[in-house]
């Protein structure tokens, strides 16, 4: 595998691990209201993604991966609605640890991750194409 194809195969992977990223963000952002089912229950819990390197022997190159896809053990906000059907017995209901600006955030983060490597992706393929051209 040449050099620009190499250059392709790990920006896929970026490409790969950043798509991920976006699914969870847009999951956090659509629960952002989602309260817990039970009185006194845990609502929704913002997701996070975590990466890793990873030596890929084809190529003999560092790729990214999706390492795992964790729960933010950070704590609930709390609001006083006794009369709500999941509040506390104190009557506090717990809330989604989950900020709209925080997840935007990411979702702009994630984008530009992933554009990023779909330019490199785009512009090796480009020169593959330039230097078959220049080989005829």
């Given at each position: 595998?040449?050099?620009?194809?190499?250059?392709?195969?790990?920006?896929?992977?970026?490409?790969?691990?950043?798509?991920?990223?976006?699914?969870?963000?847009a999951?956090?952002?659509?629960n952002?209201?989602?309260?817990?089912?039970?009185?006194?229950?845990?609502?929704?819990?913002?997701?996070?993604v975590?990466?890793?390197?990873?030596?890929?022997?084809?190529?003999?190159?560092?790729?990214?991966?999706?390492?795992?896809?964790?729960?933010?053990?950070?704590?609930?906000?709390?609001?006083?609605?006794?009369?709500?059907?999941?509040?506390?017995?104190?009557?506090?209901?717990?809330?989604?640890?989950?900020?709209?600006?925080?997840?935007?955030?990411d979702?702009?983060?994630?984008?530009?991750?992933?554009?990023?490597?779909?330019?490199?992706?785009?512009?090796?393929?480009?020169?593959?194409?330039?230097?078959?051209?220049?080989?005829r």
């Amino acid at each position: 595998m040449d050099d620009l194809s190499k250059a392709s195969h790990i920006a896929s992977f970026g490409m790969k691990a950043q798509a991920k990223r976006l699914r969870v963000v847009a999951e956090n952002m659509a629960n952002v209201e989602s309260l817990a089912t039970t009185p006194g229950g845990e609502p929704y819990r913002r997701k996070l993604v975590t990466f890793k390197s990873v030596l890929d022997r084809d190529i003999e190159a560092d790729v990214v991966r999706v390492r795992r896809t964790v729960r933010d053990m950070s704590d609930f906000d709390r609001d006083y609605n006794p009369s709500h059907p999941s509040a506390d017995a104190n009557g506090y209901v717990l809330k989604p640890n989950v900020n709209p600006l925080i997840e935007a955030m990411d979702l702009r983060e994630a984008q530009r991750s992933y554009e990023a490597n779909m330019h490199v992706v785009t512009i090796s393929r480009e020169m593959v194409g330039k230097t078959l051209e220049l080989l005829r």
